[in-house]
């Protein structure tokens, strides 16, 4: 395509996404062509996200728990899970995880996410009883828990419908889910990744039951591996398409790939120009989810700061004990205070606003930080800003 030609096209979307029409399949793929400027791609994301959440950068005040690594899928992507019998598989006890309970309380988080491996000779009430436990012991936590492979597990084990597990754990204390297990959709790619786990029509069947029985969820894309442009968008369509029936998705996560210790330890991970484009089109193309989430753990500190011009308005939070990118070789730091995350939203130009896992806002004590409560909706708050 002649320069000239070039401008003409990304006029032509620019005048779509400004009035508001959808992008087709064919202005997403020429949004990822690489001589259509990565500037100009990232101008028009921040654009959308001026529109949809004004200046803010959200975050939140979050611990991880994953309860074992131990797991009977073998995703070529991932360094996490061991077999059942490695020296370095582990499954926590009921105390290591009350112990967490009672760390996150103490530091005033407000969410606990919860993931972890498929464990071959863990039952179902194991998992059911991690939450349950928590939700005792610490009822104010938010427990974001079980991405759509582990509830495909459960429902496996159980027996029963994704319906009656997603009911079960949520009377046990389940908030919302994580949206991993993603990965890429289409099958020329999951099939080469991950061909046993929860498929494509499970995974957004789960999603679509959750959200029909009130419960939020988020989405994520797993990118930077085997799959071409054509198998993002292909994702970023089905997730809409879902989002147009449901309306249950709360925020979209592009998850950089990370090759260390995985089977596809000889692929190079995306770089920075890349994690940004593709933060940028999927705020293009995801014109029905409200946030966009530039995760920091994933992303590098750097990159995450730069996305708060390229599409995000989220860095997810302080994040205690994440394994599971720094097993594949994230160099970020495993923890970052509510003082650093603040100082690097308000360096990005942004406001921080601390918000809960469904996206409220916090309203912490002023005399003592672990004392909190949630306010309004975010959202409610962006559109009285005209945002
Ligand atoms: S990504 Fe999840 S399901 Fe796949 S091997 Fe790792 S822990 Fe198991």
Redesign the pocket.
Known sequence: MQANERDARFREIRDKVESEQRLSMEDGLFLYEPEVSIQQVGELANFVRERKNGNVGYYNINTHLNPT?V?????R??A??KDLRDENGYAMSDEQILHRGAEATANGCTEMHIV???HHQRKYEWYRDIISMLKENYPKIHLKAWTA?EIDWFRFQTKKSFEWVLDDMRSAGLGSMPGG?AEIFHPEVRDQL?EH?ANTPAWLEIHRTAHQIGLKTNCTMLYGHVEKAYHRIDHLMRLRELQDKTNGFQVFIPLAFHPDNTKLSDLKKPSGLMDLRTMAISRLMLDNIQHIKAYWIMLGIETAQTALAYGADDIDGTVRHELIYHDAGAKTPEFMSVDQIKDLIREAGRDPIERDTTYNRVIRDENDFTVWQSGESVDADAQLAGA
């Open positions: 690594n797991c009977v899928y073998r995703c992507f991932c996490f899970r972890g491996g498929l492979v297990g991950c786990k």
